[in-house]
């Protein structure tokens, strides 16, 4: 078991240039060293962690009626560890095991837009268009010869998604009404991790790598007061 020292900062800065325009910014920064778990000198386990989350809000009031808002983030998050294969005696990592440490890294970029609106006193409307890539690294090396042999390089693995959200509201009285929406999702990727998996009793999973959903849905909603 490692022993975790995480030193973290934060900075959120609120800022409204003018009436109708608010901007909110906000950066994490936080690093993480692991300590205590060394096993055959080839410090096993988590070693060093970083993560990083850049943010930027905007609101608009355009009317008393219409508002809009738009955001952008970026996360990049990265870990340093080692691990072994086997560990044939009694958990001990020795010479006769594969010993690789890794790089990993995931970094996701986002972004979206929204608009609201109070189209007559008895319906309001909404839409959001939102858009995410996530792109994954994994950097392998050999910590003894044994694991030089084996290892080969990793294709990054980057998926996209983009969401449409739409929806209208109509209030039958002051606590009470129906809403409709209508959310359509597209998801891409590479990922190969599935594309060679097999379970113990030979089972395989298949994913398509560019994925189209859409939903319409009706409810009723009632406020209590």
């Known amino acids: 078991m490692a022993v975790r020292d995480r030193s973290s900062v934060r900075l959120v800065v609120n800022w409204m240039p003018s009436d109708p325009l608010s901007l909110n910014f906000r ?3 936080s690093r993480d060293d692991y300590t205590g778990r060394n096993n055959a000198g080839l410090d096993l386990g ?3 962690g970083r993560a990083s989350n850049y943010s930027l809000d905007a609101a608009y009031v355009f ?3 219409v508002t809009g808002t738009a955001w952008v983030s970026e996360g ?3 870990m340093s560890e080692a691990t072994c294969n086997e560990y044939p005696t009694g958990g001990t990592c020795v010479a006769t095991s594969d010993a690789f440490a890794a790089q990993v890294r995931n970094v996701a970029d986002n972004f979206g837009v929204g608009l609201r609106a109070k189209a007559t006193s008895k319906v309001d409307v909404g839409a959001d268009l939102t858009y995410a890539k996530v792109r994954d690294d994994l950097d392998l090396s050999a910590l003894n010869a044994l694991a030089a042999a084996d290892i080969k390089p990793l294709d990054t693995i980057t998926t996209k998604v983009t969401t ?4 209208g509201k109509y209030a039958l009285d002051r606590h009470s009404g129906v809403r409709l929406d209508y959310i359509y999702d597209q998801y891409q990727t590479d990922d190969w991790t599935w594309s060679s998996w097999i379970y113990s009793d030979g089972t395989t999973v298949l994913q398509d790598p560019n994925q189209k959903v859409s939903l319409v849905g ?3 909603y009632y406020k209590f007061h």
Not at 164 to 167: E, F, G, P
């Open 27 to 29: 950066a994490d920064e």
């Open 46 to 48: 988590p070693r060093k």
């Open 63 to 65: 009317t008393e009626s």
């Open 76 to 78: 990049d998050n990265r």
């Open 164 to 167: 449409l959200r739409l929806y």
């Open 218 to 220: 009706v409810s009723y």
